[in-house]
């Protein structure tokens, strides 16, 4: 048997048409800018009353205090003591303990102190 070639084709040159040039812009004209008329020197009433100078608010003076506060096991505040009654808290701890977890932490918490005029 005769075996057959692959014949091989001839690509057909492609005409590329030329795109036309693209077009130059032109450069836009800036706006002219309108000038603001110039405002006249204010006049000064000579019986106007000069306003009133803001006054500030005071701060509210604040110190920060420490506590010992007895949480229960869900970190719901019980009990609140001052920081030098620390046998007063952990005995609250144990009688609260007893039926569930409870456990003593220490918190700062911020105060308002009150001015002192005289």
Not at 15 to 37: E, H, N, Q, R, T
Not at 41 to 70: E, H, M, N, S
Not at 109 to 116: A, G, T
């Amino acid at each position: 048997m005769a075996k057959k070639k692959a014949v091989k084709k001839k690509a057909a040159k492609k005409k590329v048409a030329k795109k036309a040039a693209p077009k130059k812009k032109a450069p836009k004209k800036k706006a002219a800018k309108k000038k603001a008329p110039k405002k006249k020197a204010a006049v000064k009433d000579v019986g106007a009353v000069a306003p009133k100078k803001r006054t500030r608010r005071k701060r509210k003076q604040t110190i920060k205090k420490l506590f010992w506060v007895v949480f229960s096991s869900t970190m719901k505040p019980v009990a609140k003591f001052e920081f030098h009654e620390k046998k007063e808290a952990l005995a609250k701890v144990e009688s609260l303990s007893k039926k569930s977890p409870h456990f003593l932490q220490k918190r700062k918490e911020e105060i308002e102190v009150q001015d002192e005029q005289t």
